[in-house]
Nanobody, 124 residues
Framework: QVQLVESGGGLVQAGGSLRLSCAASRRSFSDYTMGWFRQAPGKEREFVAGISWSAGRTLYADPVKGRFTISRDNAKNTVYLQMNSLKPEDTAVYYC?????????????????WGQGTQVTVSS
């Protein structure tokens, strides 16, 4: 079992930045592909970014490419999402997720564990 705790959400003006963090409870953190998804009101949950358990391969959804950066610190069991040039349409609850030794992917399937989410609100 892996527990994921997100932090770093909040209210920011358009054009601003936030960094989300997700701390994992498991010592074998390096064996988990990590991802970030988001869900806006009235919309389905969607993939934002992912980073593989090996080689650190990254994957981004088109709307965030060039603005968001995912990274991980295996020594701290933490994955980060640096969000720059934020837009009002980035407003959502952001969820951290983990999948054991799966390929980094857009689909939610394969990610076994989910955090409770952190709210990001971007004002115009």
């Amino acid at each position: 079992q892996v527990q994921l705790v997100e932090s770093g959400g909040g209210l920011v003006q358009a054009g601003g930045s936030l960094r989300l963090s997700c701390a994992a409870s498991r010592r074998s953190f390096s064996d988990y592909t990590m991802g970030w998804f988001r869900q806006a009101p009235g919309k389905e949950r969607e993939f934002v970014a992912g980073i593989s358990w090996s080689a650190g391969r990254t994957l981004y959804a088109d709307p965030v490419k060039g603005r968001f950066t995912i990274s991980r610190d295996n020594a701290k069991n933490t994955v980060y999402l640096q969000m720059n040039s934020l837009k009002p349409e980035d407003t959502a609850v952001y969820y951290c997720t983990a999948g054991w030794r799966v390929g980094v992917r857009y689909a939610a399937s394969g990610y076994e564990y989910w955090g409770q989410g952190t709210q990001v609100t971007v004002s115009s």
